[in-house]
């Protein structure tokens, strides 16, 4: 028996706390648009009966930050810095680039992101997008108000035997490949990682290949995340490599392109369109070029919102809280170096 407590001890001080007075503080809300209720809250303490789980009252944030051991939501530099016993911070966004300030990134502090819960609703507003100009509908749309049918106006594009290149075959990527290779395209992933073979995607590269497989693009899907080696991976040359008359669709962070590049591709009708979930800066201001064009679909950065969306960041919450408190391996670590 004596043995049996020895061994419970030392395990105690490997694994730091035991679950029973672990403290989690809530900073978040359920999604972009719906916050947390009564309900969410008791679900996500059922998920981890030995935790703590605090939402602070107003102006008790960092009071209650002091003696916690978690973070569900977003955190400062402050936050950060006044929270000493910090050790897993869990966000409600695939993206890190504005919450991985160096005070975080620098620290022993394990980041978790929601990197996969937003991709089916993503995957979807690209192929909207990517449909609406291929089947000109959003000029079928203005011509309604004035009640015409000019049939022989339109001349839409199949999608069946054409080639999407997707930058980015994370979360998103992979199901906005999905269902490309659905409508008869050939796949091309673009992504840092080794990727297995995959029925739905024809062959992956790595991004110092991206000009490469370029030219074989009639469409291109940005779907990485914004880092130091991905900002503005899209410029002049990579438009002027991209066929002719092809699509460009950014639906992950719009650093990722030049915005001025892009705007000269389709002014010279090299592109025939473009879909923008994202920008830069955001808002994109009034006055910009890319509001003037005719064939340039923009939305303001919503491609992740779906009433599926709310689930799915609950269940993963609840698991990574649950994971949390047995001292088990969290889901989505980010690997801090890397940004992603």
Same mark, same amino acid.
């Given at each position: 028996m004596r043995k049996l407590f020895v061994v419970?001890?030392?395990?105690?001080?490997?694994?730091?706390?035991?679950?029973?007075?672990?403290?989690? !503080?809530? @900073?978040t809300k359920g999604s972009w648009y719906s916050p947390f209720g009564p309900a969410e809250i008791a679900e996500l303490k059922a998920a981890a009966p030995g935790l703590t789980l605090v939402v602070p009252a107003e102006g008790q944030l960092m009071?209650?930050?002091?003696?916690?051991?978690?973070?569900?939501?977003?955190? @400062?530099? %402050?936050?950060?810095? @006044?929270?000493?016993?910090?050790?897993?911070?869990?966000?409600?966004?695939?993206?890190?680039?504005?919450?991985? @300030?160096?005070?975080l990134k620098n620290s022993e502090i394990t980041l978790t992101n929601a990197k996969i819960v937003q991709g089916p609703e993503i995957a979807d507003h690209a192929m909207a997008m990517l449909l609406a100009l291929t089947r000109q509908l959003t000029r079928a749309i203005s011509g309604r108000e004035k009640q015409e049918w000019p049939t022989q106006e339109y001349r839409?594009? &199949?999608?069946?035997?054409?080639?999407?290149? !997707?930058?980015?075959?994370?979360?998103i990527g992979t199901q906005i490949a999905v269902r490309a290779h659905a409508f008869g395209m050939q796949v091309i992933g673009v992504d840092v990682r080794d990727m297995p073979y995959?029925?739905?995607?024809?062959?992956?590269?790595?991004?110092?290949?991206?000009?490469?497989?370029?030219? %074989?693009?009639?469409?291109?899907?940005?779907?990485?995340?914004?880092? &130091?080696?991905? &900002?503005?991976?899209?410029?002049?040359?990579?438009?002027?490599?991209?066929k002719k008359n092809?699509?460009?669709?950014?639906?992950? =962070?719009?650093?990722?392109?030049?915005?001025?590049?892009?705007?000269?591709?389709l002014w010279s009708k090299h592109l025939a369109?473009?879909?923008?979930?994202?920008?830069?800066? %955001?808002?994109?201001?009034?006055?910009?070029?890319?509001?003037?064009?005719?064939?340039v679909i923009i939305t303001p950065?919503?491609?992740?919102?779906?009433?599926? &969306?709310?689930?799915?960041?609950?269940?993963?919450?609840?698991?990574?809280?649950? =994971?949390?408190?047995n001292g088990e391996p969290l889901l989505n670590v980010v690997d801090k170096e890397k940004g992603y």
């Open positions: 419970f001890f030392a395990l105690s001080l490997v694994t730091g706390l035991s679950a029973e007075n672990k403290k989690v !503080v809530i @900073t009071n209650e930050l002091a003696d916690a051991d978690a973070v569900l939501g977003s955190v @400062t530099p %402050e936050m950060i810095r @006044t929270a000493k016993k910090l050790k897993w911070v869990q966000v409600g966004v695939a993206g890190v680039e504005r919450i991985l @300030t160096p005070d839409p594009l &199949e999608l069946q035997g054409r080639t999407a290149v !997707v930058v980015g075959v994370g979360g995959l029925p739905f995607m024809t062959k992956c590269v790595r991004p110092d290949r991206l000009d490469a497989v370029l030219p %074989e693009a009639d469409v291109v899907f940005i779907a990485a995340p914004h880092t &130091e080696m991905s &900002e503005k991976m899209f410029k002049g040359p990579q438009f002027g490599l991209m092809s699509f460009f669709i950014a639906v992950s =962070r719009g650093k990722l392109y030049d915005a001025d590049a892009l705007v000269q591709a369109g473009a879909g923008l979930d994202v920008t830069d800066p %955001e808002p994109l201001p009034k006055g910009h070029a890319l509001w003037k064009l005719e064939n950065h919503i491609a992740g919102r779906s009433d599926g &969306e709310h689930r799915r960041y609950m269940e993963l919450y609840k698991e990574n809280l649950r =994971r949390f408190a």
